[in-house]
């Protein structure tokens, strides 16, 4: 039987190379496309006999993920695992005594934490009845309240701090069907989520997306067994929420 996952903002960094590691496993894959033009993916698709399926999608917009989900309800009523991988960063230097932004930090919470909710809320149909049911939140670090150090950053680490929430909630509703939430930071990654190639990070996005799909592994291995539920790494150490 086929198994299915889709990948949101799958046109670099992380999430394309979740995309390939999804498809050497066996998944059909649902590539959520950002950007107008990602000629790596096109190639993918081109190479990947038909199980790789581009759907163009913003996940801050309500129409472009109906859509999205659209693309899906026509080829499966079964999703097996969602990872919900697309982010903005937003302003990295306002402190409480500058002008904040109001209209970026709306937007941030827009793409970051109801995008990955939007995905959520749209799909949890197809998860639950797929054999996996699994729904994977890339978190971060900068979105944990205990470990918190920073001054600034706030739309991207109060987004993701309610990214964490959230997932405890759908965690809360779908375990007791089977379902199974993870939410990780996936290391310090070299992409350009920061306009530019931040070659300051730790991981190529190719070795973070293969520590996150080997605890993926992990997580769906049928003798797993669980320490409760938590923000974990991409080596799979619990971080404080
Ligand atoms: N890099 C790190 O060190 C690091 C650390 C902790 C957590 N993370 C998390 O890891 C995940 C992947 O980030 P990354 O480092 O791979 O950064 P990235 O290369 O910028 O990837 C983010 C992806 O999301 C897409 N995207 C942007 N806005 C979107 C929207 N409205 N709808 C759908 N997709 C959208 C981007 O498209 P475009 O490229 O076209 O803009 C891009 O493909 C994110 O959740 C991020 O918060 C990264």
């Given at each position: 039987m086929k198994r299915w996952a889709f990948v949101t903002?799958?046109?670099?960094g992380v999430g394309f190379s979740l995309v390939k590691g999804l498809l050497e496993r066996g998944y059909d894959v649902f590539a959520g496309q950002y950007a107008a033009a990602g000629d790596e993916l096109e190639r993918l698709e081109e190479n990947s006999g038909g199980r790789l399926r581009r759907v163009p999608l913003d996940i801050g917009d309500g129409d472009s993920v109906s859509q999205a989900l659209k693309s899906v309800a026509a080829v499966t009523d079964r999703l097996d695992i969602l990872i919900n991988n697309g982010a903005i960063l937003g302003d990295m230097q306002a402190t409480i005594e500058d002008e904040l932004d109001y209209e970026e930090l709306d937007k941030v919470f827009r793409v970051n934490a109801l995008g990955a909710l939007r995905m959520s809320n749209g799909l949890i149909g197809p998860i639950l009845r797929s054999g996996s049911k699994l729904i994977v939140n890339i978190s971060s670090e900068a979105g944990s309240i205990g470990s918190c150090w920073r001054t600034g950053w706030y739309a991207y680490c109060m987004s993701k701090a309610a990214l964490n929430m959230q997932s405890h909630l759908i965690h809360n509703q779908i375990a007791p069907q089977g379902g199974k939430v993870m939410v990780l930071h996936p290391g310090h990654v070299q992409t350009y989520m920061q306009g530019k190639l931040d070659t300051e990070g730790k991981l190529t996005p190719d070795e973070s997306a293969g520590h996150i799909l080997a605890l993926v592994d992990k997580r769906l291995d049928p003798g797993y067994t669980g320490e409760g539920f938590t923000l974990i790494d991409y080596e799979g150490n619990t971080l404080p929420w």
């Open positions: 903002g799958a046109d670099r």
